[in-house]
């Protein structure tokens, strides 16, 4: 996440900055400086600005289970910690899904696959 949509979120929550550091444990001065690009946004922030945004994209829509939307079969849900922890809706949230038939190694990697996902975007 860069900084214009760091602040991107931040307005979408609806909060100022003071808020978005409370909400996100971490310090005005943090927040500052990922708005202005001096600090990058750690991936622990990132994964939970998403979460809060997605949350709030539910008030009015029904929630998008990614085994429905993405047609998985029997066998190869039953490989997938989305549908053995039954987070359908919070797949992107997790490490270890098998969207692309295995599991990226790491949070930034899984993200450039989720930010194209169906699933994803209908929370944003
Ligand atoms: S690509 Fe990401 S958002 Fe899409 S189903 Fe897989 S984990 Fe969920």
Not at 3 to 29: D, G, H, I, P
Not at 34 to 46: A, D, I, L, M, T
Not at 93 to 122: L, S
Request: aromatic share 12%; glycine share 4%.
């Amino acid at each position: 996440m860069d900084s214009q949509e760091f602040k991107y979120y931040r307005e979408k929550l609806n909060k100022t900055q003071k808020q978005m550091a409370e909400l996100l444990a971490v310090s005005l001065k943090a927040v500052c400086s990922y708005e202005q690009g001096s600090r990058s946004v750690p991936v622990h922030v990132e994964r939970q600005i998403f979460f809060l945004v997605s949350r709030l994209a539910l008030k009015n829509k029904r929630k998008k289970i990614c085994w429905d939307a993405m047609k998985c079969s029997k066998e190869f849900k039953q490989k997938c910690p989305a549908w053995e922890f039954q987070v359908g809706d919070l797949c992107w949230f997790i490490n270890g899904t098998i969207c692309k038939g295995e599991a990226q190694k790491n949070w930034r990697e899984k993200m450039k696959i989720c930010r194209h996902c169906e699933v994803f975007e209908y929370l944003l």
